[in-house]
């Protein structure tokens, strides 16, 4: 059965039948070939490293497993890293996520995988970001320094980690603390065959370009240092050259200073250089042997380097202050003891920094001590190894191994089936293996191996690793898990794989031999005080401060701790970290020893499998229940999904988880009701529990939204309500008052023009009226008055005068302009008023003069001037043409001496003309015989040229007397005064007006017929004298002016 369709084998191991060793490697290697490397037991993860980067981690598959369930998805790190985070996060319970396996099995891989899982789901903003960064950062940081390629795993961690992080009650991390354990410094000096030292020597010498490798005095090429395993310089995959500058990265990132960066690489390349420092045999004197320094060159170097004075290096390196209470007493160092000097150093310093290194880390991601905070541990520590030889380091990793083992065991297995028989609840026993007794074999305090080792190291007297290894001899002769040579001759067993000098111990992950070779030391862990103290007279501040027990006022004469026991501490103390946390375990497993893909070595892993204790842990898990809480928090938990526990519930918590489950109708098979406990069979019941729980809650919120929203709206109508009111009364108070302003104003208004015109009505007589109209009228008068009066006395002197003051205001130009006109015509009037009656007759004549010729006439103008003379001939004084005149018809109008063209020549001859008031007489001037009398009223007209002669043609009408002989013409001196004077008497007598033409061309009537006269001008004028006239034909005369 299969908790997901399509799932490769069973995805979790509780689950497979039958269930057996077999069949348990059988669907790990079915799983695995289909690249399923994940498996569950209950809430462990199996884990068998694929060896290849599978499509299955990133923020994709992040986000799918933060939005399901345990169950929902196919088993992955993800989701146990996501049950862990939220257990912390919403339970608040700390976390400790251990993963074990062995070496190369893909712890680290796991751990980081867990971190970035964490990283990605927890808390944002830029603070969290940079914690995060920090965090996630440290891993390479600590790779580098750490790790190192192994036989079995490229990037084996040569040292143990575990790590805190640390959240706020929120989730969202504060930082965290990094424990490291016990460094496997050996391998600065010294690398088996196929391994390499620590990754930073590598990529320090292949990432450093030229300026830092000068500043640093080294070279490029690894063989040229003798710390470094000269066969092997690269590993396939790996870039040391991109690694460093990764971790320089990495370190800026963390917060490390470039100064303190800078020292890091001092101190590492420091390392490096002592390596190539090369000892000799040196005569002395006394024949004891001593050593010295072969080529100084690369002393003085280091002395550059560090600030210290080279003799001084020399001198700790090959010599040993021995120090007493009452003397100090030098000694020289043969080679052997000066190169084990020279190792204690490298390694001293190098496993120094490293520790410098996570305490400068742990300075820049450690929290404050104020805050309340959630812990989710990471544990990735050296997994169990047995190698072909086998020493101190990794007893002492076994030892670790061993105790994580127990943890499991007790926090799982044991643990559960006690548990089971505390609360009662009815139970079948599973064995499995318990390891205490191994644990105790090593750890116990007077009688462990480390205790005696410790003794040893201790025991005055000559000590060596053999004496240890007789001593353990003695001690464990009947343990079941020890074993040496003396042990088994004792029990006359044969086993050429055992040497003299080693001891073997039955770990619950198999036999591993120890050899004894250099365990004293190596607990002992000393570094002659003359290192230190060299060490502390350095210029070096990072050098300095890691050897502060150099300085020589710290100097005490105790010993300090040895390593086992410093380990065994350290342990201790995470494993009780360890305990009082809720555990997720992730049990790594290596399917090859060839790192490689794909390949799944069945024999392998059965031994994994076996000292993993994996099919107990099914069995357990099996036979028990995957879920128990105590009672009280569970209700707490529960309760809303109940509607009798839930709002309120007055019962016991048993009961009331009683009424929770039965209500939800969970089958009585699934549960176990224990004293203090309530215990769920399968995790899928939980995960039910948790879903109906999630889904109520969301009921829940959407219900406090509801009123919440409910309760909102209603204050906020009400509030609008209210000021709505508030608004309109204001509003409405607002505009009747305006209104009532407007309508008192006009109320004021019109009883103001009431009262007024009543007023004005009642009291009209004793008002000026119309006062502004006087006032209005004088001013128009007084501006008139002054404009008359300015003009009176500007007029002009004469009607000749044509310049007339202009207007001072427009609105006088018209006045003005009449005043004007009254002005000239009063005058004329005034002109002509005193004229005398004989005046008034000849301007009378002159004025028809003037209607008739002016502008006619050129000769007009010049008789304007000249009165009307009348008689030209001194009538008064010849009687005889008196007579003619004949006296009935007053006095004769004009008189004077004429030319008559003659009408058969065009001659002129001279007559005397008279004019009457009703004749026109025509005598010889000679005779004073009346030649012609013609009567005005036989003159039909008259024609007369408009040059300045005198011509004239009298024309007469037919009928007349006269006419016979046809019509005069004539030429006057007069011409203009004689017409003028013809017109009035023809008017007087007849009542006709007497047409005169004036034109060039006209036709005289005679008695043989008609002639057309044309008058032209000629050159010289309209004298008389030269007018001269051309008969032309008998029709024709042309006359010339
Ligand atoms: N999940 C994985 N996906 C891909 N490759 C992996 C995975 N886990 C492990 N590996 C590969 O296996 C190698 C060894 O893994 P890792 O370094 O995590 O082992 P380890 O258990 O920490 O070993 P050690 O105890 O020596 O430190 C990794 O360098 C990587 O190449
Ligand atoms: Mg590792």
Known sequence: MTLLEGSVGVEDLVLLEPLEQESLLKNLQLRYENREIYTYIGNVLVSVNP???????????????????????????????????????????????????????GKTEASKLVMSYVAAVCGKGEQVNSVKEQLLQSNPVLEAFGNAKTIRNNNSSRFGKYMDIEFDFKGSPLGGVITNYLLEKSRVVKQLEGERNFHIFYQLLAGAD???LKALKLEKDTRNYAYLNRKLSRVDGMDDASNFKAVQRAMAVIGFSEEEIRWVLEVTALVLKLGNVELEDEFQ????????????????????????????LERALCSRTVETAKEKVVTALSVTQAQYAQDALAKNIYSRLFNWIVNRINESIKVGTGEKKKVMGVLDIYGFEILEDNSFEQFVINYCNEKLQQVFIEMTLKEEQEEYKREGIPWRKVDYFDN????????????????MLDEECLRPGVVSDSTFLAKLNQLFSKHGHYESKVTQNAQRQYDHTMGLGCFRICHYAGKVTYNVDSFIDKNNDLLFRDLSQAMWKAQHPLLRSLFPEGDPKQASLKRPPTAGSQFKNSVAILMKNLYSKNPSYIRCIKPNEHQQRGQFSLELVAVQVRYLGLLENVRVRRAGFAYRQQYRPFLERYRLLSRSTWPHWNGGDREGVEKVLEELSISSEELAFGKTKIFIRSPRTLFYLEEQRRLRLQQLATLIQKTYRGWRCRTHYQLMRKSQILISAWFRGNMQQKRYGKIKASTLLIQAFVRGWKARKNYRKYFRSGASLILANFIYKSLAQKFLLGLKNSLPASVLDKKWPAAPYRCFSTTNQKLRQLFYQWKGKKFRDQLSPKQVEILREKLCASELFKGKKASYPQSVPIPFHGDYIGLQRNPKLQKLKGGEEGPVLVAETVKKVNRGNGKASSRILLLTKGHVILTDAKNSQAKTVIGLDSVAGVSVTSFKDGLFSLHLSEISSVGSKGDFLLISEHVIELLTRMYQAVLDATQRQLPITVTEEFSVRFKKGSVDVKVTQGPGGAEDSKLSCKKKGSRRLEVAV
Request: glycine share 10%; aromatic share 10%.
């Open 51 to 105: 060896y290849q980067q599978l499509p299955i981690y990133g923020p994709e598959f992040i986000a799918k497993y933060w939005d399901y369930t345990f169950y929902e998805l196919k088993p992955h790190i993800y989701a146990l890293a996501n049950v862990s985070y939220l257990s912390l996060r919403d339970q608040d319970r700390d976390q400790c996520i251990l993963i074990t396996g062995e070496s190369g099995a």
């Open 210 to 212: 030229a300026q830092l």
């Open 285 to 312: 004197a006394n024949g004891i042997s001593a050593s010295g320094i072969r080529d100084r060159r690369g002393v003085q170097e280091i002395g550059e380097m560090v600030g210290l004075k080279s003799e001084e």
């Open 436 to 451: 205490g007794i191994i644990c105790n074999l090593i750890e116990h305090n007077q009688q462990g191996i480390l205790a």
